[in-house]
């Protein structure tokens, strides 16, 4: 069987950075992806420089013709285990069942958002509802702007929408009425309405939110909807391959992208940085040049360990 030089599980912007970069390095590169990128409900990309507004798979799309020039193939197959072999070969199964040996691993497989169950959400989710106000705050400046979030997290978000994008926030808690006194006084200050009355559903048309239903029937009009939910890990390999992991649920990995397990990369969103595909793929790159580094350093190695031999047999 082929040994490759580096495995890429996940083909979003952090895994097809790194591909496109160990491809013009001259590695032999397999990228897995099951094209479950995080941003898929997107109607379009933002912060990106020369790619603005494109639909998220519209971007993946432009990638291909390049990462075909340089030799990289991207395969539509889930990885659902991975370990090392006693020669310190990574093994990857893919879905199925077929093994594929590498001397790295870049594990890029994203994280996937916990959406609130509300009825009404997921047809308006990536159109007219959000959760990050710099993906999307600017296409609701100065319009009527619900924050929803049964947590703590939800106050700082309402008030950089109130101090960034609009003057016209109102945070929904969905029943929660604990809110801390010094965050109350911060959001009343900063002029936030606040409903703890819980939240029925979202009502709107071709993906544009009108109301925010409550439980009474009451129906607050609104123009979109920033939400803080949290989210999980996509895929748990490299939890599994015992990578540390951060209090939030992220992969720590040093400026490298180097995990604890030597060979092992994470880049992207799986990581610990900041939810951006600019950052996802400036990861992916760090994450190759380094794997490059790593892979002429143990050629290097064998190649003196084999001189050393060839001379040690000559001269006996
Ligand atoms: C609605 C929405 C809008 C957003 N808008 C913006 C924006 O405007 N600008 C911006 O900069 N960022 C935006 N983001 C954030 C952006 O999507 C992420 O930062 C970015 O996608 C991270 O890239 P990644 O490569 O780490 O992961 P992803 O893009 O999520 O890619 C991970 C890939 O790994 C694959 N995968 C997972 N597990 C496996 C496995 N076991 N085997 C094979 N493949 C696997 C998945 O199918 C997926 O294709 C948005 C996010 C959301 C949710």
Known sequence: MAILDCLIIGGGPAG??????????????LVFDTRKYRNRWSH?????????????AEFL????????????????????????NE??????????????????LLVATGL??????????????????????????????????????KTKDGSELCLALKNTWTDDVTYFTDGNRRIKASTLEYLEASGIRIITEPVKGLEGTDGLLQDVRLRSGELVPMDALFFVNGFTQQCNLAEAFGCAVGRKGAVITNRSQQTNITGLYVAGDASRDMHFVVVAAAEGAKAAVNINKELIKEAAERKRTQLKEDKGEMAA
């Not at 020669?87 to 790295?104: I, M, N, P, V, W």
């Not at 509802?129 to 993906?135: A, D, G, I």
Request: glycine share 8%.
């Open 112 to 149: 996937s958002d916990n959406l609130p169950k509300l009825p009404g959400f997921e047809e308006l989710y990536g159109k007219s509802v959000h959760h990050c106000p710099y993906c999307d705050g600017w296409e609701w400046r100065d319009k009527r702007i619900a924050v929803y979030a």
């Open 61 to 84: 799309e432009l990638c291909q013709p390049e990462l075909e020039k340089y030799g990289v193939q991207v395969v539509n197959r889930m990885i659902v285990r991975a370990s090392r």
């Open 87 to 104: 020669e310190g070969l990574f093994e990857a199964y893919d879905d199925t069942g077929e093994c594929h040996l590498s001397r790295k």
């Open 16 to 29: 097809l950075n790194a591909a496109v970069v160990l491809g013009r390095c001259r590695r032999s590169v």
């Open 44 to 56: 379009g990309m933002h912060n990106y420089l020369t790619r603005d507004h494109i639909p998220p």
